[in-house]
């Protein structure tokens, strides 16, 4: 990696705010902006997001995303800022290259708060075991030795900050080197919430297929294609909310969402039978035939508990996806004010649901997770059966593993979402993780 590496980074203001001017024309380090970074967070009362444009590493190896048509408006708010922002950038940053690059925004962390989980948990690798596909893992090759240069708007394009979320537009603010972006800021978040949630409904269906395999259980498939037959809207609402505009009826979303609904009610349900069988677990060790009781198939690979659990998180992935649908769109629909504020606060308030859920989910696996277990009690011999032992080590490795799959949640931390271009304009956006 070149030592002397100067990368462009702008300063992306999602309304009208008045600070002082952090950002200089000088080039300044990676340390000193994340330093800027936080006085910025602490001294704006609006949200401000930082955009960096790097060259494309020659080795990337990224699957996943959500691939955004070059006409769509985060593409064209991104050309637009280049292009207006072209003249004020020094002479050694060619802002006009048409070649590919990775932009990397960083969302302020209140923001990613108000967001939920999903914009800061890390998308896990299949390559390699415990790896995760994000910036974490190149980001020392990336922008570790680089330098950064601040650019600044010189004028104002047309439909700014106040226009509807699909609007492709930027503005400059009085504080010089902020530049008014709401709406490149909301379609960066919406997308990468939108793709994160639509990693997390590929595990589910994966999970969900090799267990009905082993289970054949004619209500659950029903269940499962009741739930992956929501798919093909809500794909094709994204892609028209994202690319082009406004979602009609004619697509079947308010079908779709009354489906992922049902099942949410499902959810529920079987999670308050958890959370009370939970509450009867002993303190001590537990017999293997008691807990199964409690929670049938949970000793088994295959088992109906853990499917009954994988499907409780396809629903709130693509409950998670249409949540993304409606905050923007309800954003669109306010014409004055913030369009930002507005998706935040819409998104804020339905995702609070999802997060009860998943919140008592993750309790009751914790619980289970840290369980002892012990033999049938009674006048038995002393002596284990290899039957017995094979048993009871299966299923301690089984309820040991419910606790790995919980993760850490990332808390006030900043988020980036990575966003690669390509030569045609297109645009490939991952979901976020933690700075």
């Known amino acids: 990696m070149d030592d002397n590496a100067i990368v462009p980074i702008w300063t992306l203001a999602t309304g009208e705010v008045s600070v002082p001017r952090l950002f200089g024309d000088e080039e300044i380090t990676l340390t000193r902006l994340s330093e800027l970074r936080t006085a910025l967070a602490t001294l704006a009362e609006t949200p401000i997001a930082t955009l960096e444009a790097h060259p494309m590493p020659a080795a990337r190896n990224r699957t996943g995303g959500i ?35 990775l932009y990397r925004m960083v969302v302020p962390a209140k923001v990613a708060a108000q967001v939920g989980e999903g914009l800061v948990k890390p998308m896990a690798s299949k390559a390699v075991a415990g790896g995760v596909y994000s910036a974490l893992r190149d980001s020392t090759g990336i922008v570790a030795k680089a330098t950064f240069v601040p650019v ?25 080197a902020l ?39 004619e209500h659950l498939e029903q269940e499962r294609s009741e739930l992956d037959g929501c798919r093909d809207a809500i794909d094709k609402a994204t892609s028209i909310l994202l690319d082009q505009g406004k979602i009609g009826l004619s697509l079947g979303l308010d079908s779709s969402a009354y489906a992922i609904s049902t099942a949410m009610e499902r959810a529920k349900r079987r999670l308050a039978k958890w959370q009370e069988a939970v509450t009867t677990l002993p ?45 923007v ?52 011999s002393p002596v284990f059966t290899h039957g017995e032992v094979d048993d009871l080590l299966r299923t301690a490795y089984r309820l040991r593993s419910l606790g790995d799959d919980l993760g850490a949640r990332s808390s006030g931390t900043d988020a980036v979402i990575e966003i690669e271009r390509s030569t ?4 490939r956006v991952f979901p976020a993780i933690a700075a």
């Open 179 to 217: 530049t008014v972006a709401a709406p490149l800021v909301l379609m960066a978040v919406a997308v990468s919430l939108s793709a994160y949630a639509d990693h997390q409904r590929q595990k589910a269906i994966e999970h969900i297929t090799d267990l009905l395999e082993q289970l054949h259980e």
């Open 424 to 427: 045609d304009g297109s645009l």
């Open 329 to 380: 769109e309800h954003a669109q629909l306010e014409m004055e004010g913030n369009p930002f504020t507005s998706f935040l606060a819409t998104l804020r308030d339905d995702e609070r649901r999802i997060e009860e859920v998943e919140s008592g989910i993750n309790s009751v696996l914790l619980r289970l997770s840290t369980l002892e277990l012990k033999r049938p009690g009674g006048f038995r």
């Open 67 to 101: 691939v955004l048509h070059g006409t769509s408006p985060l593409a064209q708010q991104l050309s637009q800022l280049v292009t207006q922002t072209a003249k004020s950038a020094p002479a050694k940053v060619n802002l006009a290259e048409t070649g590919e690059v």
């Open 152 to 176: 600044a708007g010189k004028a104002a394009v047309a439909g700014a900050a106040t226009g509807s979320a699909a609007t492709a537009g930027v503005a400059v603010a009085t504080a010089g």
């Open 283 to 327: 303190d001590g060790p537990i017999e293997l035939s008691a807990l199964t009781k409690a929670f049938p198939g949970i000793n088994e690979a295959g088992g109906l508990f853990r499917a009954h659990l994988e499907i409780a998180r396809l629903a709130m992935a693509l409950k998670r996806r249409v949540l993304v649908l409606q905050a």
